[in-house]
């Protein structure tokens, strides 16, 4: 069973200029969430969706967007760049929501802006 | 609000022996679910082993156990035999029920272990 897939792995953008990530979770999976990891502030949630929908949100400006598709596919999106945004963005996939549920990684896609 | 505290930084363990990682936390959630995840250089989040609150035994999984003490909020991971593979960060996480099971992992802030041969 495939693991689940972020695309692109690397990435370098200029400040001001938009990106889009996208991660494909483990087939059967329907939740999918987005966790940003910086060495200053460790891993933070930024969103997570369920079934096309936003499920919850974490501390984080509008900048920083997500979508769901009806193949469980997601995409994250950060307008305006800035430097604060260089990162490793990490997607996981569980099967179903619940506090219980384990969340299975990619190995997340690392995001330098100049 | 939920909050994890990884108090050890690093750790030096020498190969074969036992390493406990040591993980508080602290929720108003009544029900809630904890995780330990190892990280290596690569990057990707390796899930290892899940403890629920209302569980009654310690979870194990392979060489790794998770001492649970639900009275002192602690969930120490416990990796039995430590290989030099077990290099990694290892991060304690949890997530509870008030946001309807749908939010996100708190994460602590991790622990570098190092295994010497």
């Known amino acids: 069973k495939a693991g689940v897939t972020q695309t692109p792995r690397y990435l370098i953008k200029t400040r001001g200029q938009q990106v889009t990530l996208s991660c494909s979770p483990i087939s059967g999976h329907r939740s999918v969430s987005w966790y940003q990891q910086t060495p200053g502030q460790g891993l933070q949630f930024l969103f997570e969706y369920f079934s096309e929908t936003q499920r919850n949100k974490g501390n984080f400006p509008g900048r920083f967007s997500g979508r769901q598709f009806s193949n469980s596919r997601s995409e994250m999106n950060v307008s305006t760049l800035e430097l604060g945004d260089s990162a490793l963005y990490l997607c996981?996939?569980?099967?179903?929501?619940?506090?219980?549920?384990?969340?299975?990684f990619g190995q997340g896609t690392r995001l330098t802006v100049v | 609000a939920q909050k994890i505290t990884q108090t050890q930084p690093g750790m030096f363990v020498q190969e074969k022996e036992a390493v406990t990682l040591d993980c508080t936390y602290d929720?108003?959630?009544?029900?809630?679910?904890l995780f330990w995840y190892k990280q290596p250089s690569s990057g990707e989040m390796i899930f290892l082993i899940y403890q629920g609150s209302y569980d009654q035994q310690n979870a194990t999984e392979g060489r790794y156990s998770l001492n649970f003490q639900k009275a002192r909020k602690s969930a120490n991971l416990v990796i039995s035999a430590s290989q030099l593979g077990d290099s990694a960060m290892y991060f304690c996480?949890?997530?509870?029920?008030?946001?309807?099971?749908?939010?996100?992992?708190?994460f602590g802030k991790g622990t570098h272990l190092i295994i010497q041969p």
């Open positions: 996981a996939s569980r099967v179903a929501a619940g506090e219980g549920t384990e969340a299975f």
């Open positions: 929720t108003s959630d009544p029900s809630y679910g």
């Open positions: 996480a949890m997530r509870g029920v008030s946001g309807g099971g749908a939010d996100g992992l708190t």
